[in-house]
């Protein structure tokens, strides 16, 4: 049995080594999808503007266009002022353009307020084209370091599996299936007794189940964990 469980062994450096190697090749990719999003994420916030600054511009032209309007109606107005002749006429006209003036301020306020606006937003979103380059740049710098590294743990677990199916040929089925079932849920298959304890779990073992191993007819292994179980 010492020499099933010394390959046995071996065979889970190498399962070991695989599983690590497996889950990594899960998660490179995981990893560099997540950060596939961020430039996406900015396109994004960079339409999103650009539609703010095309609304606020059609406003500002809008307010522009009644700001004309405005201020040919006050023309019009200062004109009939010279033609008047009562001063009640006189004073009708007057509260005309007064109100005319207000709303023609209003107006001009309003259309410089909306230009600010366009203004700030103008420079966020070139400020977030730079931040998209800049991302763009540093993912395809990842990319490329994701794929390199993939394709050398994808030799590597190449040349392991390689190894693995040289070694579990030579092992008896019944030990071998005892260790396949066990290295799946646990990695480490294999845990010395210490003290008539098992070293994986802290599982303090029946001194039975110690002299079984001591015996090495066969396999024993922890009932709590499920390792198989070595004295040494
Ligand atoms: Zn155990």
């Known amino acids: 049995m010492k020499s099933i469980i010394d390959q046995l062994r071996a065979l889970n450096d190498l399962d070991v080594q695989l599983q690590t190697i497996r889950k990594d090749l899960q998660r490179l990719p995981k990893e560099l999808a997540e950060k596939e999003e961020e430039p996406r994420l900015i396109k994004e916030q960079i339409e999103r503007r650009v539609v703010e600054?095309?609304?606020?511009?059609?406003?500002?032209?809008?307010?522009?266009?009644?700001?004309?309007?405005?201020?040919?109606?006050m023309k019009k107005l200062s004109n009939q002022m010279n033609m008047l002749r009562t001063?009640?006429?006189?004073?009708?006209?007057?509260?005309?353009?007064?109100?005319?003036?207000?709303?023609n301020n209003r107006n001009e306020e309003k259309a410089l307020e909306l230009l600010q606006e366009v203004d700030a937003k103008v420079k966020e979103v070139n400020e977030l084209k730079t931040k998209l380059q800049e991302t763009e740049k540093r993912l395809a710098e990842e990319k490329a370091r994701v794929g390199k590294d993939v394709s050398e743990l994808k030799t590597?677990?190449?040349?392991?599996?390689g190894r693995r199916q040289a070694l579990a040929k030579n092992l008896p089925e019944k030990e071998l299936g005892i260790y396949d079932r066990i290295v799946v849920s646990r990695g480490q298959a294999i845990a010395k007794i210490s003290r008539g304890v098992c070293a994986a779990c802290h599982m303090q073992l029946p001194p039975q189940v110690h002299?079984?191993?001591?015996?090495?007819?066969e396999l024993v292994t922890c009932s709590s964990c499920g390792r198989?179980?070595?004295s040494e």
């Open 228 to 230: 198989i179980l070595t």
């Open 53 to 73: 600054i095309n609304k606020s511009r059609a406003e500002a032209d809008s307010l522009d266009l009644d700001l004309k309007a405005g201020t040919e109606a």
């Open 87 to 103: 001063s009640k006429e006189f004073e009708a006209v007057r509260r005309q353009i007064d109100t005319q003036k207000i709303s």
């Open 211 to 217: 002299n079984l191993v001591l015996i090495g007819k």
């Open 156 to 161: 590597q677990e190449q040349d392991l599996a």
